[in-house]
């Protein structure tokens, strides 16, 4: 951090109301935007509701590297090592499945990542 | 500048008035934000907080965004709440230099509250689509930035403590 604190919380201080206000006009988040051709999804029609839900992180630029390693250890219990392998694919791939599981369990853990603040999604496995 | 430091019995987090006023600044805003009773998907910090719980199939997004989106934002409120009324007490019981002995799980309580402010500052923002290397030192989303760069050092620090 270059700047020093004074001058930030000074910064800060004149543009309380900015910050805020420009957020509600701000154009929808790109990264939030459907992915129309996810390759993961599959036709409704080729859809088995017997196959398991694949559980995704996608990258993002404000969630630290460490702070992702830390959810995904308490959300899924993972090793140190697995989840900083699987940080390190949202971080250079964009994303990365970190779970494969029946609807419901799958439901339960966007959730907790959403509590914690990380970007994740669900889809039908292929 | 915030400092943070092991101790025998947990983390010694000593921060500066301003940076004490700041933080709670900042919570009382975004705790007003998702205090509204109603969930805007225009508005980007709101947004942010009940991310689409799919990308592709609209029925999913829908349905979980219904059930989860007063959930979310009742967890926001709450970790706010409880981030002000525990400033409120460092500001009484200390002076310009605050020092403040965290436990462990109050260190994890408090990552949470500062990933949520971060992503809020980021969210009213844009921060997804800015070039950080070529935004201007003088543009003032540089100020919001840099805040949260500072606030993520702080969260970085917690972190390597409850992780260790």
Redesign the interface.
């Known amino acids: 951090?270059?700047?020093?604190?004074?001058?930030?919380?000074a910064?800060?201080?004149e543009?309380?109301d900015?910050?805020?206000a420009?957020?509600?006009a701000?154009?929808?988040?790109?990264?939030?935007?459907?992915?129309?051709d996810?390759p993961?999804?599959v036709p409704d029609d080729e859809v088995r509701e017997d196959l398991p839900w694949l559980v995704i992180v996608w990258d993002?630029?404000?969630?630290?590297m460490?702070?992702v390693?830390?959810v995904l250890r308490r959300v899924f219990g993972f090793g140190r090592e697995k989840a900083e392998r699987l940080m390190l694919q949202v971080h250079n791939e964009g994303r990365a499945i970190v779970a494969s599981e029946a609807r419901e369990q799958a439901?339960l853990h966007?959730?907790q990542l959403?509590?914690?603040?990380l970007?994740?999604?669900?889809?039908?496995q292929d | 500048m915030a400092e943070l430091r092991a101790v025998e019995d947990g983390l010694l987090l000593v921060l500066d008035a301003d940076e004490v006023s700041l933080l709670d600044t900042l919570a009382a805003s975004v705790l007003t934000r998702v205090s509204t009773g109603s969930w805007d998907p225009h508005d980007a910090i709101l947004a942010r907080f009940a991310p689409p719980a799919s990308r592709g199939d609209e029925e999913v997004a829908r349905e979980l965004r219904g059930m989860l989106v007063d959930e979310l934002m009742e967890m926001r409120r709450g970790r706010l709440t409880a981030l002000r009324e525990d400033l409120a007490t460092w500001s009484i019981e200390s002076g310009p230099g605050i020092e403040r002995r965290l436990s462990r799980q109050e260190a994890e309580h408090l990552i949470e509250v500062i990933n949520d402010l971060r992503l809020a500052l980021g969210a009213s923002v844009g921060v997804e689509s800015i070039e950080r290397e070529e935004l201007d030192p003088e543009d003032p989303r540089a100020a919001t930035l840099g805040l949260m760069d500072h606030l993520g050092w702080m969260q970085g620090r917690l972190i390597e403590f409850v992780e260790t």
């Open positions: 951090v270059s700047a020093s604190v004074a001058w930030l919380v910064a800060a201080a543009r309380m900015l910050w805020f420009s957020a509600s701000a154009p929808a988040a790109p990264v939030l935007d459907p992915l129309i996810d993961l999804l993002d630029p404000v969630n630290l460490v702070y390693v830390m439901e966007v959730a959403h509590g914690y603040g970007l994740a999604t669900m889809e039908r």
